[in-house]
T-cell receptor, first 113, second 110 residues
Framework: SAVISQKPSRDICQRGTSLTIQCQVDSQVTMMFWYRQQPGQSLTLIAT?????????ESGFVIDKFPISRPNLTFSTLTVSNMSPEDSSIYLC??????????FGPGTRLTVT | GIQVEQSPPDLILQEGANSTLRCNFSDSVNNLQWFHQNPWGQLINLFYIPSGTKQNGRLSATTVATERYSLLYISSSQTTDSGVYFC????????????FGQGTTLQVKP
C-alpha cells in the first residue's frame, strides 16, 4: 500500500490568484494522478502526472489552467491558476503501480471567493 | 461511451440492516475498486476487485467481469458506515486512469 499526504488540507483564496497543491507519496509509485471533486459530485480525472515530462490532460482540462509537475517518483504538484469561484472543489491526488490498486490523498478543499 | 453507473443513488437504512450496492460498467476492465468517502472527504480503499469475491469483516464484494457488474454488500450496518460509496473502474487500455461512478449516498440511522 501507499500513504499519500497533501498540503494544504484546505485554503480560501481570492479570485484571480493561484494556489499550488503538493502531493507526497511514502514510496515510489509508477503512476500519479490528479482528480477534482466539485461540490456534491463524483471525482473527475484532471490529468496524469508524468515523471520528468509534461502531464497528460483529460478533455476539458488544460495546462495553462492546471499546470502539473512531477520531478520524481514520489512527489507532484498541481497549480490552480487564475482562480474563479467555479474552481471551488476538493482536489485529490492518487498514486499506484499501473493496473494495481490506487491510493488517494486526503484531498485539498479549496474555496474561491 | 465509457460509463460507470451506480445504484441506488441514495439509501437510508436502520442500524443493523443489510444492503447491496451495485456498479455497472460498459466495457472490459483492468481494475475495479470500491471506496468509502467519509464526511471529511477522505477516500478509504475498501476493495480492489477486478474479478471474483472478497470479504473484509462486515463488507464483501463480488465482481462478475464477464457480465460487467460489481456488487458491494454491507451487513449489520452501523452509523459509522454512513457516507458516499464510489465504484471506480480502469478500463482496458487506459492504464491507471480510474473512472468514477456517481456514488451511492448511504445514511444509517440509529
Amino acid at each position: 500500500s501507499a500513504v499519500i499526504s497533501q498540503k494544504p488540507s484546505r485554503d480560501i483564496c481570492q479570485r484571480g490568484t493561484s494556489l499550488t497543491i503538493q502531493c507526497q507519496v511514502d514510496s515510489q509509485v509508477t503512476m500519479m494522478f490528479w482528480y477534482r471533486q466539485q461540490p456534491g459530485q463524483s471525482l473527475t480525472l484532471i490529468a496524469t502526472a508524468n515523471q520528468g515530462s509534461e502531464a497528460t490532460y483529460e478533455s476539458g482540462f488544460v495546462i495553462d489552467k492546471f499546470p502539473i509537475s512531477r520531478p520524481n517518483l514520489t512527489f507532484s504538484t498541481l497549480t490552480v491558476s487564475n482562480m474563479s469561484p467555479e474552481d471551488s472543489s476538493i482536489y485529490l491526488c492518487s498514486g499506484g503501480q499501473g493496473v494495481y490498486e490506487q491510493y488517494f490523498g486526503p484531498g485539498t478543499r479549496l474555496t474561491v471567493t | 461511451g465509457i460509463q460507470v453507473e451506480q445504484s441506488p443513488p441514495d439509501l437510508i437504512l436502520q442500524e443493523g440492516a443489510n444492503s447491496t450496492l451495485r456498479c455497472n460498467f460498459s466495457d472490459s476492465v483492468n481494475n475495479l475498486q470500491w471506496f468509502h468517502q467519509n464526511p471529511w472527504g477522505q477516500l478509504i480503499n475498501l476493495f480492489y476487485i477486478p474479478s471474483g469475491t472478497k470479504q473484509n469483516g462486515r463488507l464483501s464484494a463480488t465482481t462478475v467481469a464477464t457480465e460487467r457488474y460489481s456488487l458491494l454488500y454491507i451487513s449489520s450496518s452501523q452509523t459509522t458506515d454512513s457516507g458516499v460509496y464510489f465504484c471506480a473502474v480502469e478500463f482496458t487500455g487506459n492504464t491507471g486512469k480510474l473512472i468514477f461512478g456517481q456514488g451511492t449516498t448511504l445514511q444509517v440511522k440509529p
